[in-house]
Every structure is written in C-alpha cells, then in structure tokens.
C-alpha cells in the first residue's frame, strides 16, 4: 500500500471535497447556473474549485456586477485572468445609486446598487442558479445560510423560514421567477480559504498584501471599503496575522455596521 | 464612515499549541428544549475562553440595552431581527472556538418543536452533542424528541449538561434526579451520556472553570468534556461505495463522477455497479491532484472512468465486486417527519438515498412512536416531528445498506416533489416483500441496437405525452404515427386507454396502481425503443414523480412531452363526456376536477392545444422527433423526409 493510499484527508482536502460535490450537484439540478464574482479572494477560489469539478472546464457564465468604482488592480485582475482561465464573463454595470432605496443609510445604499444590478442580471440571463463564495464566518446573519438557498420572486431570502438541509439532501425549488443561491463555501473560515489559495497557489488582487502598514483584508468597492493596519505583505505572513486576530473580517466594511440590522435588510432584499 | 479597522497585536496569552496545518474543527451541536439555556451556554462558553472577536460584547451590551435588556448571552446566535424581538432561536448557526487543544465549531439548534427542521439542519453536521436540560424542570418534550432525533442522525456521542444549577441551591440530588432520568430515557436507544454536568450557564459554574459551589461534583467542566471527545473513526476501511453523482464525457471517454462515500479504490479493481450488478474494471481516477493519480478514499470527490463500455447513470452505486449493496422492492425504514401536512398510510414520496431517486408509497406504519415513553403511539398518520417505523414500496429495485452496516448509503432524504419533508435510517428489506434476488442476468438480443437503427434510418425513443384528459394527447400522436410511418418510419403509440383493457386492466387509480400502471408501460415502451421503434406513448401521468419514474426506466431515450392545455378548455371539448360525469361526481379521482395534474417544470416539448391547432401541434411534434431521432447522412442511411 502507497503512501497516499494511506494519507489521511486533511481538513482542506475535505473541504474541497464538499465543495466540489455541491458544485457538481448544483450542475445536475439547475439549468442555467451563473457564478458571482466579486474579484475578491473567496470568489478566486471558488473559480478554482469549479475548474476542478468540471474537470477543467466552467460550463456556465461567470458574472461580475460592475459599479465602475472597483479599485484599477481589480479590473486589471479581471481582465487578465478572464483571458487565462477561460471565463465566459457577463460584466453588465449596476444601477446608479438613485435607484436604490433612500431610507437605507449611504454605505449600505452604495451596496444596494448590487442588488440592482444582480436583479437585472437575473431578468436578463434568467438563471435559475447563482454560486456565491458567502461563508458563515463572516457575518452573524450568513452564518444562518443554507447550502442550497430559495430566493422569492423579487430575490428576496425568507431567513425565517428555510428548507432543511441534512445528510447532502437538498431542497431545490424552482419556482418560475425565481432562482437559487448555492453556497459551495459556506463551511470555509476565513483562514482555510487562506490556506487554501497558499496550498493552490490561487492568483489574487495584490492589494490583499500589505503596502505601506496597510492591506485590504476584505475587498469591496472604493469609497465603501477600508484598508486595516497591517504589515502582512506574504500570504504566510497573513495566515500568520489572522491566527492571532480578534478582529472580525468585515470590520472594514462600513454597509455592515451603519445599523444594527442594516445587513440583513441588504441580505433579505437580495444582497449576497 | 467607518475608521480604518486596526488588526490588533497577538493576544497576550499566546495560544499554547497554534495548529500551523488547517485543522478541521470538531463540529458540536447544543440542543435541548427551548428555555433551557442553550444560547446563554454557548455565549458563556465563547466569553469565558475569550473567544469573542472585538467590539463584538460591546455590541452585544448596545442591543440588549436598546431592548431594555441586560446583557444577553443569546443575541450572540440570533442575529436576525425576528429572534431578537421574539426572544426565540427560530434557526440554527454556526460559531467558531478554539481551546488549547483543537479548534470547534459550535452548532447551535433551536428549541421549538415548529422549528424541528432546524434542529435537525444543524444536528446533522454534528460529530457529538451537548443535550442541555433544566436542574428545575428535569427532561422536557424537546429533551426527548432531540435526543431520539441524535440517534436516528447517528450522533451517539452526548454531553448532557444539567443547567440552572444555581436555582436549585447547587445541590447534589437535583443534578442526581435529571441524571438518571435522562440516562433512563437516553439508554432505551441504544445511547449512554458521556458526562452528565451539573452547571449554570449565567455564572459560569462548570462551563470552562471549575464551580466553588459544587464541590461534590467530580466529574469534567463542560470544556474538559469536549476536549476528551474522541474523534469520529475514519471512513476508508468500510466497504467502497461511490453513489454516481453525474457523468462526465471527456473525449470518447465517460466518467462517473461522484464521492467516495466509504473505503477506497484503486486503478484495476474490479467493480459491480448497482443496480444493474454490470461488471466493470477502473480505468482512471481522477481527484483533482493531477496526472497518475493511482488511488482515491473515503471522503474525496473523484471522477473514474471503466475500461468496459459500462451504462453509466446518476443514482448508481459502485461497489467491489462480490460487495453490492442489497436490493428490495420494499423497505422498512425509520424515519422523522418535519413537513406540516402528516403522513399517512397511501402517501407518495421520493426516496432520495445518495443521489438516487426512487418513487415510492407509503406500505404501512409498523409503528409510530409516542416520543413521550417511546411506546406505540395510538395514531393512524405521522405529524410534524413525529417518528416512526414504515415500509415504503418502489417500482423499481433499491440498492441500499442496512444503516447498522453502512450508515451513508442506508439512510434517505424524504421529499414531496422537489421539497425535502423528512428523513430515514434503512433498517432492511421488508418482510414477505418481493426483493430481487441479485442481480438478474439479461440475454442479449440477436440483434444489436446499432443494427436495427441502421435499418430504420433512425434512432429508437419514448416520446412521453403527458397532459389532462382532452389535452389531445392521443389526437396528436395519432397523426404523428400516421405521417413517420408514411415516411418509412418504424413507430408505435401506446395509448393508456387502450392499455387500461388489457395489460393494465387490473389496475385502478389509486397513487399505489398510477405508479404500477405508468411502471408497466414505461418497461414496454423501453423494450421497444431498444429495438429500434419510436414509442409514441400518450398517458395523462399527473404526477412529477410518475414522469420521473418514467425517465428512470426508460434512461437516455426518453422525451417528455407536455400537452398543454388548461382544464376549462379540456372540459369544452370533454370528447369522451368524462369531465361531465366527474363533475356530477361519477368519477372519482379524476384528474383536474379531483385529483391534481401537476405542470412538468422542465419538458422537453410542449404542445399547447389551447394555443395552436391540432395540425400545427402535431408538426411539432413531429419536427422534434425528426431532430432528435433521426440518423444523419453521414450515419449511412438516408434521413426519410
């Protein structure tokens, strides 16, 4: 018997695993799947992750909701790795900022603008699908997510009362009009995807790494996401970083903390 | 605007053994009934080992103030609006710790029996359990229902926590009292606690220090408990399975893809793959970790493709040879039932074991179990949160494990359509059932498939053609047959009237001898298709489920077809005065005035009658036969027009 034969599966090939079995059983039952990439770390790998699982190939589109106020490394990231991996990107521009609901407060509104822009996404390609790299780490209200998550007709989440979701027996609902969330990551903290791209070599936006004592740790649009005070500028250097943290992830995130439940309004009314 | 967040330094008290390898946290769920103090546990928990991130306690202070409350434990979990003004857990979520030995994941589960399917979501994920029960109020409803839901979930390992140890003086005969009754109950399933600790959650008194009230007690903190849990035995020395999730084709090469569920495989072995029991030899693996890849275990997703041209579908189970699963046409399962409208002797479900998807009817209730004293309930259907033992009849055989063997290939997901409603551990084929005894040999035809076809000039097919009675279904396929057969085709129509007087005429309408009829007809159709004939098979089959067994016999060759036309119209034309008689209640069971048709959600044709005329449907028809069946130029043999 082999060395590997007998290797146990560590934590991260277990993971992978799991994740490639959702993919593949999103792949069975949905037709028209989509990918959200948001050009941030979690989504990189979830590229990675569906590569492997169609054994090379990304059979569906892959879906960026432009605001036109991503930072230049990100577009430039884009551009060329649309081209490398092959991507069928769909890159429609979000609704302005007019168009969103007034009474959220102004980070959250910028936000919002995504949930338009993922609406008309929706209207236009009509996925019955969308893969998204959410994880239940970051924010107390996805941490309640399903893997497999039904959306109403206005893309709405109805977080109190989801479908259960045991033994991989998923609960897929297709509704006409309206469409499901998969959630292939939704088990991954953030120091396993860390760990992950390091043991994949997964390619990422370099303002992840620290410039100056300052890196981004979470990656959104300008103006709306903050740098942290770090001088992390390896990926050793940030898994090491984040082992000792007790800063949560989105702290430089201003959407999540203008009201106390100003997240979860973006999240039931479609938001990621 | 939020201020730059600042990463803090390391923590003064450096953690004593930082895991540099990912290591997999030890997934715990906390359930109990509601008010017990599950969330205010694992609050204190999180507190007590420091593990809350920044500002998180501040904000916690901030919203139970603005509440007019103080400081509770349980807006940690319930983070959405609806728990927090109700002051109830309605869903279960997750939350990360670590102690000096290995990292968690806490589970948490709420109380409510309304909110059982969340209990048993986040249950499910679990390696090990803390049941927690109330010093005053001993073992409550959900205390039962939660520990019978563990065993059934397979999550044998419990830590019972006696809490509110604090409103019974920390005395000693309390902490005895729920201890033996809750290991009374616990041992009549086959279950024995690992530690039963008597502790307070809103003081802290045994969670991760040792309580000075409580001397007496000897036993582990709640935090020395988990860390002396030992982890789950690996999967790999069981028996190989691998449930085939899809098939991929790469080249001229097919691949099953799918997860290793038990054991391990290797290039070489030789396979059976069940049902069917056809032989097969691995050719490649393929995990994802590159070229050569020689081996794959229990736990990785893998793609393996068969040296033979073996008939690959999703739902097989791919054993070693000499080791597949068993086969029944009957079941006896234990199961739970979370959907609000009860289940009852008669009912249709889908069995959804692994990925493979089996109609099947509710026999009979062995038992339903009164959760209350685990006696025989004296019902006649299983309500929401309910338990119990059932057989479950298929049409077609089901590959399985005893759940005692093999616990991943002998349990089911239970689902009304495409909605999962329940859950169950297989404990056999049922008795006096008429299993399949191994895998039946089939002899070949003289004639190979290939040969036929190249005779016709196209392929062989099920054209299924489902829709209400006077949706045309029969109309349109007559004239289809009549116009192919003109042009050389070879094409037959099995109509379900005309069946119903002969094949089928022991049959009536019950959901047990619907099932049994489109069974027998979808078998006929799949023998006439495999020699070379297009079926043209015309039957209202109301049902998803009854369509989706349809497909299952008949695999690749099968085209549904809806006939589309609403029941107003049907009712219009009524050609055979059967909605009249329905109505005046002659009928009973009939569909689209008393029985439901349920619309096909993803057909590969629709003919809508009530749109277009019966000659503009039937060349429809007709076109998407000619597309899809019939050979081209270059297969050698001239496409009839």
Redesign the interface.
């Given at each position: 018997m082999?060395s590997?034969?007998q290797q146990?599966?560590?934590?991260?090939?277990?993971l992978?695993?799991?994740s490639?079995?959702i993919l593949?059983?999103a792949?069975?039952r949905l037709?028209r799947l989509g990918l959200l990439w948001s050009l941030g770390k979690d989504s990189n790998v979830l590229i990675w992750l569906c590569r492997?699982?169609?054994?090379g190939e990304l059979p569906f589109p892959v879906a960026h909701l432009d605001t036109g106020l991503e930072f230049p490394e990100s577009y430039e990231f884009r551009d060329r790795y649309t081209k490398e991996w092959g991507l069928n990107l769909i890159k429609d521009e979000c609704p302005p900022i007019e168009m969103t609901d007034p009474t959220l407060p102004p980070?959250t509104r910028v936000a919002a603008r995504k949930s338009l822009g993922l609406a008309a996404a929706l209207e236009k390609y009509q996925f019955d699908g969308l893969i998204t790299g959410i994880r239940?780490?970051e924010q107390?209200?996805r941490?309640?997510e399903?893997i497999f998550s039904p959306r109403g007709l206005d893309g709405s989440w109805q977080?109190?009362n989801?479908?259960?979701?045991?033994?991989?027996?998923?609960?897929?609902?297709?509704a006409p009009g309206t469409h499901m969330r998969v959630h292939p990551l939704l088990a991954w903290?953030e120091?396993?995807v860390w760990?992950y791209i390091q043991r994949e070599e997964i390619p990422l936006v370099p303002l992840y790494f620290a410039k100056d004592g300052?890196r981004f740790?979470s990656l959104g649009e300008i103006g709306i996401t903050?740098?942290?005070?770090?001088n992390a500028s390896t990926i050793e250097e940030i898994i090491e970083?984040l082992?000792?943290?007790?800063?949560?992830e989105r702290?430089?995130?201003?959407m999540d903390?203008e009201a106390?439940?100003a997240f979860?309004r973006l999240r039931t009314t479609g938001y990621l | 605007?939020?201020?730059?967040?600042?990463?803090?330094a390391?923590?003064a008290e450096?953690?004593v053994l930082?895991p540099r390898?990912?290591?997999?946290?030890y997934p715990i769920v906390i359930v109990g009934h509601v008010d017990h103090g599950k969330s205010t546990l694992i609050g204190r928990l999180l507190h007590d080992t420091d593990s809350?991130?920044?500002?998180?306690l501040a904000e916690l202070q901030k919203?139970s103030s603005?509440r007019g409350l103080e400081l509770e434990w349980s807006f940690l979990?319930d983070?959405?609006?609806?728990e927090r003004d109700q002051g109830i857990t309605?869903?279960?979520?997750?939350?990360?710790f670590k102690t000096a030995k290995r990292p968690y994941v806490i589970i948490d589960a709420p109380g409510h029996r309304e909110f059982l399917?969340?209990m048993?979501?986040g249950a499910?994920?679990a390696d090990a359990a803390v049941l927690v029960t109330d010093a005053e109020r001993g073992v409550s409803e959900q205390t039962r229902r939660h520990a019978y839901l563990l065993s059934l979930?397979g999550v044998t390992k419990v830590i019972v926590a006696v809490n509110k140890m604090d409103l019974m003086g920390h005395a000693e005969a309390a902490w005895q009292a729920v201890k033996d009754e809750v290991s009374a109950y616990l041992a009549k399933l086959g279950m024995q606690p690992l530690y039963v600790i008597p502790l307070s959650a809103r003081h802290g008194d045994n969670i991760a220090t040792r309580s000075q009230q409580m001397g007496w007690y000897q036993g582990p903190t709640l935090l020395e408990a988990l860390d002396l849990l030992t982890p789950p035995a690996?999967r790999a020395d069981a028996t190989f399975r691998m449930p085939i999730?899809?098939v991929?084709r790469?080249g001229d090469r097919r691949?099953a893809?799918?997860?290793i569920e038990t054991g391990?495989i290797?290039l070489g072995d030789k396979v059976e793959i069940a049902p069917t029991g056809q032989p097969a030899t691995v050719a490649s693996i393929?995990?994802?970790r590159g070229d050569g890849e020689?081996?794959a275990?229990?736990?990785?997703?893998a793609?393996i493709s068969f040296i033979e041209d073996a008939a690959l579908a999703?739902g097989q189970i791919i054993a070693p040879a000499g080791h597949m699963p068993h086969l029944a046409l009957a079941l006896r399962v234990r199961a739970f039932w979370?959907d609000s409208e009860p289940l009852v002797v008669g009912s249709r479900l889908t069995l959804?074991l692994?990925t493979a998807e089996h109609a099947v009817v509710v026999e009979k209730f062995e038992r339903i179990v009164d959760v209350e004293n685990l006696n025989d309930a004296d019902t006649q259907e299983l309500g929401q949160g309910g338990i119990a033992e059932i057989v479950l009849r298929s049409a077609a055989p089901i590959a399985f494990d005893p759940h005692t063997d093999l616990p991943?290939t002998g349990?089911?997901?239970l689902?009304r359509g495409?909605?999962?409603?329940g859950?169950a551990v297989v404990l056999g084929a049922a008795e006096n059932a008429a299993s399949v005894k191994g895998p039946v040999t089939a002899v070949d035809s003289s004639v190979d498939r290939a040969a036929f076809e190249a005779r016709n000039g196209h392929r062989g097919g099920v054209l299924w053609l489902s829709g209400l009675s006077g949706a045309g279904k029969s109309t349109v396929a007559m004239g289809a047959q009549r116009r192919l057969f003109d042009d050389g085709w070879r094409v037959l129509v099995l109509d379900g009237d005309n069946l119903r007087k002969g094949l089928n005429k022991d049959l009536g309408f019950s959901p047990a001898e619907r099932l049994e009829n489109v069974r027998r007809v979808a078998e006929v159709a799949k023998l006439m298709a495999e020699n070379g004939s297009v079926v043209l098979v015309s039957l209202i089959s109301p049902t998803a489920e009854l369509r989706a067994l349809a497909r299952s016999i008949i695999g690749d060759g099968f085209h549904e077809v809806w006939v589309k036309a609403d029941v107003n119209t049907c009712a219009q034309r009524d050609p055979k005065g059967l909605y009249a008689a329905a109505r005046d209640g002659k009928i009973a069971q009939f569909t689209g005035v008393s029985a439901p048709f349920e619309a096909p959600?993803?057909p590969d044709l629709v003919l809508d009658t009530a749109e277009f005329d019966i000659p503009t449907t039937t060349e429809l028809l007709i076109a998407h036969i000619r597309r899809n069946l019939a050979l081209d130029q270059a297969d050698g043999h001239a496409v009839g027009i």
């Open positions: 082999s590997l034969d146990h599966l560590d934590h991260l090939d277990q992978e695993a799991q490639i079995y593949r059983e792949r069975v037709k492997k699982a169609f054994l980070g239940r780490d107390a209200t941490a309640k399903r977080a109190a989801q479908p259960p979701e045991f033994w991989d027996q998923f609960t897929i609902e297709r903290t120091l396993d760990r300052k740790r903050f740098p942290v005070d770090s970083e082992e000792n943290t007790r800063t949560p702290a430089g995130r201003s903390h106390e439940d979860e | 605007m939020a201020p730059a967040a600042t990463l803090a390391p923590r450096a953690p930082a390898k990912a290591q997999a946290p809350l991130p920044e500002g998180r919203v603005q979990l983070a959405l609006q609806i309605l869903d279960t979520t997750r939350i990360w399917r969340n048993v979501t499910s994920g979930l690996g999730q899809d991929y790469r691949m893809v799918g997860r391990r290797r393929d995990t994802g020689q081996f275990r229990a736990g990785q997703s793609a999703r979370l959804r692994t991943i349990r089911a997901g689902a495409t909605r999962i409603v859950g959600t993803s």
